[in-house]
């Protein structure tokens, strides 16, 4: 189950002028599950596919059979593309792994500062009565820095997503 924000802070992370990021987590991990399954299923369709091509030039002889023999095993034969899709695909599967990861430490982080937040501001309220008002302006100020530090956590998910 993706993790939500709960109904109590939505207000305050619209109060700052923010969004709660859509992604989900769990959609994402079961994306890399898929990818790198596809990536295993792939190597033993290669294996598969060396053991045939092998059994051909083992069991027989000739010109033509040589000739396969060489084009099997060059670079750019199905074999080596077999492999290099079975390491693409392994490779997006982590990649899509850790991208579900950045997204619940971020939804976490998010979660948690709004919590600090409110828990500020309430502190902000009572010692405005106790000074007569002038506490109010910080209520300004933690809203800020709440601001401040989710967006900055929000821009540093990103960057780690696209620059990996």
Do not use: H, R, Y
């Given at each position: 189950m993706a993790?939500?924000?709960p109904d109590w802070l939505t207000g305050l992370m619209s109060e700052l002028g923010l969004e709660f990021p859509k992604a989900d987590e769990d959609e994402i991990a079961?994306?890399?599950?898929?990818w790198t399954a596809l990536g295993t299923?792939?190597?033993?369709r290669r294996t598969e596919a060396d053991a045939t091509a092998a059994a051909v030039w083992d069991d027989s002889t000739g010109a033509d059979i040589?000739?396969?023999k060489t084009w099997w095993q060059k670079e750019d034969s199905p074999p080596k593309s077999l492999?290099?899709?079975a390491t693409g695909a392994g490779v997006t599967g982590t990649a899509l792994q850790a991208c579900a990861l950045i997204v619940i430490g971020l939804k976490i982080y998010i979660i948690g500062e709004l919590i600090a937040t409110a828990f500020a501001i309430v502190a902000a309220i009572a010692a405005a009565i106790a000074s007569g008002g002038l506490?109010?302006?910080?209520?300004?100020?933690?809203k800020q820095a709440a601001k401040e530090a989710i967006g900055?956590?929000?821009?540093?998910?990103?960057t780690a997503i696209l620059e990996g």
């Open positions: 993790i939500t924000l079961a994306l890399g599950a898929a299923d792939i190597a033993a040589d000739a396969f492999e290099d899709g506490a109010g302006v910080a209520v300004i100020a933690v900055l956590a929000i821009e540093q998910a990103v």
